[in-house]
Every structure is written in structure tokens, then in C-alpha cells.
Nanobody, 128 residues
């Protein structure tokens, strides 16, 4: 089993920044994909960003259209941690943000069903 723990959420003013972290523990994989999704009240869960590494350690990233150019996903393999740097935050970014992981070596997945492991979520609230 893989345990994922998110941190870094909170309340921020519009235009501000936050950095989310997702620490993985438990069973580890030689190759994996990690992603961030979010869910606002009354809405479906939405893909935010994902990252994966090739056999040669080339990094691949993928972003949802609504966050491109504002959010950056990165990872620290030594710490088994993935980060989501969120800049120029807008009130519509308000949601519970979930970290997800799966054992794969392909391009970063965008769909929920492609991830086997999920964190509990961290709340991000952006005020106007």
C-alpha cells in the first residue's frame, strides 16, 4: 500500500500563492506517476496537474487548461514528495486538492481511474 499525505493548503487572497506538498510512504515503485486533482463544492473532481519520470529520468508534466501558466508541478524523488506551486490564485481555484499516485512509466495521467492511490485532501480557499 502507498500512503499519501497532502499539506500546505490554507486561505489566501486572490493573486497570492501557495505551495502544496504530497509525501508518499509505504510501498514504493521504480517508476510512478503522481498527480493533483481538485474538487469544488457541487462540482466534479477536476484534473489539475501530473508528473512522471521516464526510465532515463526525463520528467514529463501535464496540466489542466484552467491552471496552465499559473501552477507548476515538481517532484523530489529522494524525499518521495511532489509539490504543486500555485501562483496568481483566483477565487475559482477554491477547492479541496487531492494528491494521487500510480505505478506507471508512461506519460502523466489525467484521469482519476488511472490512479490507484489517493490522499485525504487539503483545503485551498482563495478570497476575492
Amino acid at each position: 500500500q502507498v500512503q499519501l499525505v497532502e499539506s500546505g493548503g490554507g486561505l489566501v487572497q486572490g493573486g497570492g500563492s501557495l505551495r502544496l506538498s504530497c509525501a508518499a510512504s509505504g510501498r514504493t515503485f521504480s517508476r510512478y506517476t503522481m498527480g493533483w486533482f481538485r474538487q469544488a463544492p457541487g462540482k466534479e473532481r477536476e484534473f489539475v496537474a501530473a508528473i512522471s519520470w521516464s526510465v532515463s529520468n526525463t520528467v514529463y508534466t501535464n496540466y489542466g487548461d484552467s491552471v496552465k501558466g499559473r501552477f507548476t508541478i515538481s517532484g523530489d524523488n529522494a524525499k518521495n514528495t511532489v509539490y504543486l506551486q500555485m501562483n496568481s490564485l483566483k477565487p475559482e481555484d477554491t477547492a479541496v486538492y487531492y494528491c494521487a499516485a500510480d505505478a506507471s512509466s508512461g506519460l502523466p495521467a489525467r484521469r482519476e481511474y488511472e490512479y490507484a492511490y489517493w490522499g485525504q485532501g487539503t483545503q485551498v480557499t482563495v478570497s476575492s
